[in-house]
């Protein structure tokens, strides 16, 4: 959860480099390393993709959130952004 948050955090610091993407998709994979079907983590790192412009990734990781919450709204409207 502590990496989790962490992620969530950095998503929320765009004004640092490198914070809304890598750092904090990296702290997402850490959380998924735990517990890969973290949906919340999944979330988080499809946004850190998205905000680098990865949006394979993105998409993928919003898929898989909605493939074990199918219920998610929030991964429902990133994935409709990316389309």
């Given amino acids: ?14 004004e640092v ?10 702290m997402a994979d850490k959380a998924l390393a735990v517990d890969p079907s973290n949906t919340r983590a999944l979330f988080r790192r499809g ?7 990865g949006w394979l990734l ?4 919003f898929e898989q959130v909605l493939r074990l ?4 709204e929030a991964a429902r409207r990133e994935l409709e952004k990316l389309e």
């Fill in 17 to 26: 480099e490198g914070a809304a993407t890598e750092m904090a998709a990296s």
């Fill in 47 to 53: 946004c850190a993709y998205a905000n680098a412009q």
């Fill in 58 to 61: 993105a998409r993928k990781d």
């Fill in 1 to 14: 959860a502590l990496c989790s948050n962490a992620a969530q955090a950095l998503l929320k610091c765009p």
């Fill in 69 to 72: 919450e199918p219920s998610n």
